[in-house]
């Protein structure tokens, strides 16, 4: 490209996309990957691709607000328009401070992801993003804006047009064209409107007062009122069909003071912290209540230990099963939900897939138990931090009203990961113990990724913003509302913003420091329930809001990389594992027949003392209670008597208790003296006067129980039933094999087969690392260099000399026309344009200096690939030589 056309105006994105840098085409593409999905062949794909709707939306919607009512203004400019223009519908009249400060900013964040090009004197919305923005009927304008009096003339007759301008004071026109951009200007001079609205009767300008901030569009009927009336015939109303009005651009912005929106806003809120703790205070709550975290979920695992609640057939928990697990963890249903969704997301649960499947956990699950506690922890929050399954909606409706369920399918939502690493980001920008205003956490989130409509307060992101703070606290990564400091390092708060993995372009605003970047997480779909978790409630005292001072530089907000995730998570274990309790050895042995661990027990112990005894409360510290029923337990576990009274002596700072002593005495000594086995069943026992009470007890007529001998009953129940019948009745009966031993029964771990955790759905292609960017913009500038370098006159060339070739067409020539223009270049050194078809049929342009030619190839340096290449003959469908003095 001549030095002549690198600066004169660009007259397309196309050209504007040439004169720029790497730098800027890698931030382009960093910010919207969707454009280098696949990468373009050249810069006219990649600016035909940047146009498209479903790209500029997308774009659209991670505009943070100021820059959206940038571009929303620029939508109702004129086209072009220029940059004072622009800081005029920003600024209003007066060009506020602010709005001036922070515009420059704007306008380079819309020309870096590609959706305004030109210099400041000719600045152009692509033509799709002022298609979403520009007023219609059908969709009005977020400014509140009508349509220009060009446009709102435009079906009108040309006689009524000119008696509209007549009645204005205006000189008539030989057109109806002319005549509405005469009227149009009276409407944009500042002095002559303000005359014109002197004469207008109070009641009218009381109608204008009503429509000037939106909607534009007022009813009438067939004979106005007077008020109407004067309106109408200068032109301060204009009819777009039969019954309805609408207040021109031009109108709406002289009586708005030249402003587009009503309150512009060029600063972000401010995130205020209603309340200050201590950071020992808040990292020493935040890990007990990670510890309360590992206990719920171990307890959840334990109890479907043995195979879970079965799936529905929709896949998913059934109500009931949701409710029953959720008594059993001692928590609401919603909070049970986010812990069955969290031990889901780690890959500890799963389906079995058996024909009557069931939820059971996976071997994942053994291998978690056995890291430390903290390990396990960063294990959980890892999983919660990259989830996009979302408990929040569970028990909602989906698109077709049917309920979400529990492990179901509908539960992603694609923003949640980075609305829950955007929250977490400004907590930590907050100063060490701050506790956020939850409102003003959603109002700066509101600001930072507005939605392009009305805005509610119960919209996706809000919901899940406010499920983020809740989850946050449940999982022990803020404690007392503020982040604590493993909460930090699992952020990865010590990354430097603007990094590699940061996207987007940084912009500085009045009430931003240097380095306080204003981007946002991305958006989402609004749909789903409302706010289902309890909020956490914090004990201390609120502290007056911090609304002064700027923002310190916040954490990046792309989520980490695979990589950058497991070293945080590895930083945040060690950050913990100080402040978690050390697992105890022993309990304390009491004489009401309970036992208090007075901290967590060390697995083995845990698990010996969990079938010995029953566990009676929960908290600090553990209490329990051992019954015959959880000694007859142990003793059906292949435990004998003298082995429970050895653990316990073995394992208790205080002496076994008499009471208890007797009790496992008493049970084993109980224990076997029945037999029961499968005949289909039957009762065995040596004391024949034992059997006679069994016969004789009404509660065993369930069982349909004979005597077949002295010392054996048969029953018409499967052994298992008739175990449970004489249990109920009082007696300790054993089970016994074929051969008569006693069998053993201990509880059989179900385990699913190997699964993977569930794959987060991915909002939108992932953001490219450099090496692909790097990659791509050489392949991208290489094809365009193929396609944009002028050629000599030749075969494809039309009468003029220039190619005649349509944009993008490969070349086509003879083989033999090729071979000697090969063959030609060689002696040369010249540089040749050629059409290139691979194995796979895809057809590219590249720009290649041969160096040698022969048995069917050519071999050559190709500015394309900028490496040395060798291609064959048959596959090139035609060559070119370039103008002299392009390469």
């Not at 944009?188 to 939106?214: C, T, Y």
């Not at 990961?417 to 109002?443: F, I, K, M, Q």
């Not at 940084?506 to 970047?517: D, G, I, W």
Request: proline share 9%.
């Amino acid at each position: 490209m001549s030095s002549d056309e690198k600066t004169a105006a660009p007259r397309s994105l196309a050209e504007a996309l040439r004169v720029r840098d790497d730098a800027s085409l890698a931030a382009l593409l960093r910010a919207r990957p969707d454009l280098i999905t696949p990468v373009p062949t050249d810069l006219t794909q990649l600016a035909t691709r940047a146009g498209t709707r479903a790209s500029v939306v997308r774009a659209l919607e991670r505009l943070d607000r100021f820059a959206l009512q940038s571009a929303e203004a620029l939508a109702v400019a004129g086209e072009p328009a220029s940059y004072d223009e622009l800081l005029g519908l920003m600024g209003g009249d007066e060009r506020d401070p602010a709005v001036a400060a922070a515009l420059p900013g704007a306008v380079a964040v819309l020309r870096e992801q590609a959706l305004v090009w030109g210099d400041d004197a000719r600045l152009r919305l692509v033509r799709t993003a002022r298609e979403l923005l520009a007023p219609s009927p059908q969709h009005p304008s977020p400014t509140g804006l009508g349509p220009s009096v060009p446009e709102a003339t435009a079906g009108m007759s040309p006689g009524r047009v000119q008696e509209i301008v007549a009645a204005a004071g205006l000189p008539s026109t030989h057109d109806a064209v002319s005549a509405a951009t005469a009227l149009s200007a009276l409407f944009s001079q500042r002095r002559k409107m303000k005359a014109l609205l002197a004469k207008a009767p109070a009641d009218s300008l009381d109608v204008l007062e009503r429509l000037v901030w939106g909607p534009p569009y007022g009813q009438v009927t067939a004979d106005p009122a007077p008020r109407l009336r004067w309106l109408l015939d200068r032109g301060l109303l204009l009819p777009t069909a039969p019954g309805t009005v609408v207040l021109p651009r031009e109108v709406a912005l002289h009586l708005r003071g030249g402003r587009a929106h009503r309150v512009p806003e060029p600063v972000p809120p401010v995130v205020a912290a209603t309340a200050t703790h201590a950071p020992k205070v808040v990292d020493a709550t935040a890990a007990g209540q990670a510890y309360t975290a590992l206990a719920t979920v171990e307890e959840l695992l334990k109890d479907w230990d043995e195979g879970g609640p079965a799936v529905l057939r929709a896949g998913g928990l059934s109500v009931r099963d949701l409710k029953r697990t959720a008594v059993a963890l001692d928590a609401s249903e919603p909070v049970a939900a986010f812990w069955v969704e969290l031990a889901y997301a780690a890959g500890l649960i799963a389906s079995d897939g058996e024909a009557d499947e069931r939820y059971a956990a996976t071997p994942a699950h053994d291998e978690w138990r056995e890291l430390p506690a903290a390990e396990r922890w960063a294990v959980l929050a890892r999983a919660w931090l990259t989830a996009t399954r979302t408990a929040g909606v569970v028990g909602g409706r989906d698109a077709k009203d049917r309920t979400l369920s529990a492990l179901g399918p509908g539960l992603d939502r694609s923003a949640a990961p980075e609305v829950r690493h955007r929250v977490l980001a400004l907590l930590a920008a907050l100063p060490e113990g701050g506790a956020p205003d939850a409102e003003s956490v959603l109002a700066r989130l509101g600001w930072e990724r507005p939605l392009r409509g009305p805005q509610r307060e119960d919209d996706l992101r809000s919901r899940l913003a406010r499920w983020t703070l809740t989850e946050a606290e449940l999982l022990g990564v803020t404690g007392r509302g503020a982040l604590s400091a493993h909460g930090r390092a699992l952020l990865g708060a010590g990354r430097t913003p603007g990094g590699p993995a940061s996207t987007g372009a940084t912009r500085v605003t009045a009430a931003q420091s240097p380095a306080s970047p204003a981007s946002a997480p991305a958006p989402g779909s609004a749909s789903g329930p409302g706010d289902k978790l309890p909020a956490p409630h914090h004990r201390t005292a609120a502290a007056p809001p911090q609304t002064t001072s700027p923002l310190p530089p916040l954490p990046p907000l792309s989520p980490l990389s695979p990589a950058e995730q497991a070293t945080a998570a590895a930083t945040a274990a060690k950050l913990l594992a100080p402040l978690l309790p050390e697992p105890l050895d022993h309990v304390l042995l009491q004489a009401d027949l309970t036992a208090v661990a007075p901290g967590p027990l060390h697995r083995p112990l845990a698990d010996a003392l969990g079938v010995l005894a029953d566990v009676e409360s929960k908290g600090g510290a553990t209490v329990y209670r051992f019954t015959p029923a959880s000694v007859r337990r142990a003793l059906d576990a292949g435990r004998s008597a003298s082995d429970l009274h050895a653990f316990l002596a073995a394992h208790s700072r205080t002496p076994v208790p008499q009471p208890l002593a007797y009790l496992i005495d008493d049970v084993a000594r109980r224990h076997g003296h029945l037999r029961v086995g499968a005949a289909s069943a039957y009762v065995r026992c040596d004391d024949d006067a034992l059997l006679n009470e069994i016969l004789a007890d009404k509660r065993s007529a369930a069982l349909r129980l004979r005597r077949l001998a002295p010392t054996v009953l048969a029953a018409q129940a499967d052994p298992a039933a008739l175990l449970e019948g004489l249990r109920a009745m009082g007696y300790a009966p054993a089970a016994e094999s074929a051969e008569g031993d006693v069998l053993i029964t201990r509880a059989d771990a179900h385990r699913t087969p190997p699964r993977t955790a569930p794959v987060p759905v991915p909002d939108g292609p992932p953001a490219p690392d450099g090496t692909l960017l790097t990659a791509a913009i050489r392949a991208i500038r290489a094809g365009d260099l193929a396609s944009t370098a002028p050629r000599k006159a030749g075969p494809t060339a039309d009468a003029t000399g220039a190619a005649s070739l349509a944009p993008g067409a490969l070349p086509r020539t003879s083989a033999a026309e090729t071979l000697a223009t090969m063959q030609a270049a060689v002696l040369t050194g010249a540089a040749l344009w050629i059409g290139y078809v691979n194995a796979e049929g895809g057809a590219s342009q590249r720009v290649i200096a041969p160096v040698r030619v022969e048995g069917g190839f050519v071999t050559a340096y190709d500015h394309t690939a900028d490496e040395v290449r060798t291609y064959p003959l048959h596959r090139i469908t035609g060559v070119a030589e370039l103008a002299d003095g392009e390469m």
